[in-house]
């Protein structure tokens, strides 16, 4: 009996998911391998492992390893399909190096499991058991404890066949409570439990075993396995020489097998049971069948590896048309460098010069900003000159002002003091002219008229408003000028208002009093035609 479809938990763990996260290139690669993964289980080989063929040399050429181990494990697994194990044993020693020394151990792990997969179809049981025991022991390292029993399992089913049963069952034993989340490696086990009960000569259990089972076991994908259990009833029966019941399970077997690789073990079961029945002409028949079925698989293999041959040779053209392809790309690729580097060195010399240019511009602009705040510091130097020639003249100004304001204010002091001078002296006229006694002298009163006559005619008064010319220069002139309707005695009143003296004191130089002093400057007014809402101070600061 062959080994029962250990191969669809294999395929489970090769077709692995794309990596995300790489590059653009390595995504379409790992999209290469999928694709060709998928047209492997189509049984489309061909078109598969031109892809597989593909991937495997862009991976080769880029240095991906992850890439070129998928591509070439998955190669490995569709020579093994075909029935062609010289070329998938290549395959797979080629994908064991890369995982040896540039993955993980898992992915190493797959890699060993596989090959014992394909010495175990050649029957190469020692072979078998060295690769699936090298899987096991590096398992122990792993964090998925069911790979572990997945291996364990192997080992058990190759010590079966190698008639080992206390060795399989220390494996099965191991495996079964590491395997309980996985249905179809549960499943595994307990079919290999059921063929190590067998062996143990435990029918009994065997048989309560494999009927548990046998519910559980329907469908295509499961028609190998049921066909594997149905086979070992049969032989149980056979075992307690209920041979109609043996001959039941191996006819079913019959009615339920899909690969010819079963056709022999089924024929002998029936051979087997006819014997045991003394119905040999059946028992011969199904002799010959087996016989039969054993030239047929044989022409059958010789026909694949005929139809192998043909898809090698189909490879090789296609490996030679991608080397051509690759060769052509490179000369491209080359031609490509060629024009990435004029165009570089183009580019470079386009920057190159935009630099200079651009300097140039730099420095031009830091001339022209140079030249520009030095134009700009020189008219702020010349505004701040400016600044403080005005404020020198206006400090000038205001010396001379306060100078004027001075002397205005000794002149006012001096017309102020020749103001009380001469009311004291018309005071003291006044009271030697009423004093009969005084009247009674002519020459006092001769005196007294002389000292009169000096009071009107005093130089110092007139010197006053000579000085007044000197200090306040051209206002006489200027007022004149604009209003020559105005008297002396107006002229000399306005005088006194420039000098900002107060009515009182105006009064007291004019010898008169305040109000006719107020009455004065409305009467002035009206001689300038001054309007309502100017002053006549005003008007006057102004001349």
Same mark, same amino acid.
């Given at each position: 009996?062959?080994?029962?479809?250990?191969?669809?938990?294999?395929?489970?763990?090769?077709?692995?998911?794309?990596?995300?996260?790489?590059?653009?290139?390595?995504?379409?690669?790992?999209?290469?391998?999928?694709?060709?993964?998928?047209?492997?289980?189509?049984?489309?080989?061909?078109?598969?492992?031109?892809?597989?063929?593909?991937?495997?040399?862009?991976?080769?050429?880029?240095?991906?390893?992850?890439?070129?181990?998928?591509?070439?494990?998955?190669?490995?697994?569709?020579?093994?399909?075909?029935?062609?194990?010289?070329?998938?044993?290549?395959?797979?020693?080629?994908?064991?190096?890369?995982?040896?020394?540039?993955?993980?151990?898992?992915?190493?792990?797959?890699?060993?499991?596989?090959?014992?997969?394909?010495?175990?179809?050649?029957?190469?049981?020692?072979?078998?058991?060295?690769?699936?025991?090298?899987?096991?022991?590096?398992?122990?390292? /792993?964090?998925?404890?069911?790979?572990?029993?997945?291996?364990?399992?192997?080992?058990?089913?190759?010590?079966?066949?190698?008639?080992?049963?206390?060795?399989?069952?220390?494996?099965?034993?191991?495996?079964?409570?590491?395997?309980?989340?996985?249905?179809?490696?549960?499943?595994?086990?307990?079919?290999?439990?059921?063929? @190590?009960?067998?062996?143990?000569?435990?029918?009994?259990?065997?048989?309560?075993?494999?009927?548990?089972?046998?519910?559980?076991?329907?469908?295509?994908?499961?028609?190998?396995?049921?066909?594997?259990?149905?086979?070992?009833?049969?032989?149980? +029966?056979?075992?307690?020489?209920?041979?109609?019941?043996?001959?039941?399970?191996?006819?079913? #077997?019959?009615?339920?097998?899909?690969?010819? *690789?079963?056709?022999?073990?089924?024929?002998?079961?029936?051979?087997?049971?006819?014997?045991?029945?003394?119905?040999?002409?059946?028992?011969?028949?199904?002799?010959?069948?087996?016989?039969? #079925?054993?030239?047929?698989?044989?022409?059958?293999?010789?026909?694949?590896?005929?139809?192998? @041959?043909?898809?090698?040779?189909?490879?090789?053209?296609?490996?030679?048309?991608?080397?051509?392809?690759?060769?052509?790309?490179?000369?491209?690729?080359?031609?490509?460098?060629?024009?990435?580097?004029?165009?570089?060195?183009?580019?470079?010399?386009?920057?190159?010069?935009?630099?200079? @240019?651009?300097?140039?511009?730099?420095?031009?602009?830091?001339?022209?900003?140079?030249?520009?705040?030095? *134009?700009?510091?020189?008219?702020?130097?010349?505004?701040?000159?400016?600044?403080?020639?005005?404020?020198?003249?206006?400090?000038?100004?205001?010396?001379?002002?306060?100078?004027?304001? %001075?002397?205005?204010?000794?002149?006012?002091?001096?017309?102020?003091?020749?103001?009380?001078?001469?009311?004291? %002296?018309?005071?003291?006229?006044?009271?030697?002219?009423?004093?009969?006694?005084?009247?009674?002298?002519?020459?006092?009163?001769?005196?007294?008229?002389?000292?009169?006559?000096? /009071?009107?005619?005093?130089?110092?008064?007139?010197?006053?408003?000579?000085?007044?010319?000197?200090?306040?220069?051209?206002?006489?002139?200027?007022?004149?000028?604009?209003?020559?309707?105005?008297?002396?005695?107006?002229?000399?009143?306005?005088?006194?208002?420039?000098?900002? /003296?107060?009515?009182?004191?105006?009064?007291?130089?004019?010898?008169?009093?305040?109000? +006719?002093?107020?009455?004065?400057?409305?009467?002035?007014?009206?001689?300038?035609?001054?309007?309502?809402?100017?002053?006549?101070?005003?008007?006057? #600061?102004? %001349?």
């Amino acid at each position: 009996m062959k080994l029962f479809r250990i191969i669809t938990v294999l395929f489970l763990i090769i077709s692995s998911p794309v990596i995300h996260g790489q590059s653009i290139n390595q995504i379409e690669c790992e999209k290469l391998i999928e694709r060709g993964i998928e047209l492997m289980f189509q049984k489309k080989h061909v078109q598969s492992l031109e892809l597989l063929v593909e991937a495997t040399s862009i991976a080769e050429d880029n240095n991906w390893p992850k890439q070129e181990f998928r591509a070439l494990l998955n190669t490995g697994s569709n020579y093994y399909l075909m029935s062609a194990f010289g070329e998938a044993l290549d395959y797979y020693l080629r994908a064991y190096e890369i995982a040896i020394t540039d993955l993980e151990t898992k992915d190493e792990l797959t890699v060993l499991n596989n090959i014992g997969i394909l010495y175990f179809q050649e029957e190469k049981l020692d072979k078998a058991k060295e690769y699936f025991q090298k899987a096991y022991n590096r398992s122990f390292n /792993l964090d998925n404890k069911s790979k572990h029993g997945y291996y364990a399992i192997n080992l058990a089913l190759v010590a079966n066949k190698m008639n080992l049963p206390e060795e399989a069952s220390k494996y099965i034993e191991e495996a079964t409570p590491l395997v309980k989340d996985q249905p179809k490696v549960t499943t595994m086990a307990q079919l290999a439990e059921a063929e @190590n009960l067998v062996i143990r000569k435990m029918y009994e259990p065997a048989k309560s075993l494999s009927l548990q089972l046998l519910p559980q076991l329907e469908g295509e994908a499961n028609a190998d396995n049921k066909v594997f259990i149905l086979l070992i009833l049969s032989r149980i +029966s056979q075992e307690q020489n209920n041979y109609y019941l043996a001959l039941q399970y191996a006819q079913k #077997a019959r009615q339920g097998s899909i690969a010819i *690789e079963n056709r022999e073990d089924i024929y002998d079961a029936l051979s087997k049971a006819y014997v045991a029945l003394n119905n040999y002409d059946m028992a011969l028949k199904y002799k010959d069948s087996v016989l039969v #079925a054993r030239d047929t698989l044989q022409q059958i293999r010789n026909n694949v590896r005929y139809e192998n @041959n043909k898809i090698k040779f189909e490879l090789q053209n296609y490996a030679h048309q991608l080397s051509e392809s690759q060769l052509l790309l490179k000369k491209e690729r080359r031609f490509l460098y060629f024009i990435s580097a004029a165009a570089f060195l183009l580019l470079i010399s386009i920057i190159w010069i935009f630099r200079n @240019n651009l300097i140039r511009h730099q420095q031009r602009k830091k001339i022209t900003e140079l030249e520009l705040e030095q *134009e700009k510091s020189k008219r702020l130097l010349g505004e701040k000159q400016m600044r403080e020639q005005e404020a020198i003249v206006k400090l000038e100004q205001e010396r001379l002002k306060t100078e004027l304001d %001075i002397k205005n204010r000794k002149l006012t002091s001096k017309a102020l003091y020749l103001s009380s001078r001469n009311e004291l %002296i018309e005071e003291i006229v006044d009271t030697f002219t009423a004093n009969p006694q005084v009247k009674a002298q002519p020459e006092l009163v001769i005196q007294i008229k002389a000292l009169s006559k000096h /009071l009107k005619k005093n130089s110092q008064l007139d010197s006053f408003f000579t000085h007044f010319e000197d200090v306040n220069p051209g206002f006489t002139n200027r007022l004149l000028k604009n209003n020559p309707d105005l008297t002396q005695q107006d002229v000399r009143f306005i005088i006194y208002l420039y000098m900002n /003296l107060s009515n009182n004191e105006i009064a007291s130089l004019l010898n008169i009093t305040p109000q +006719s002093c107020r009455k004065r400057k409305e009467r002035i007014r009206k001689k300038l035609n001054l309007p309502n809402e100017v002053s006549l101070s005003a008007y006057i #600061a102004d %001349i």
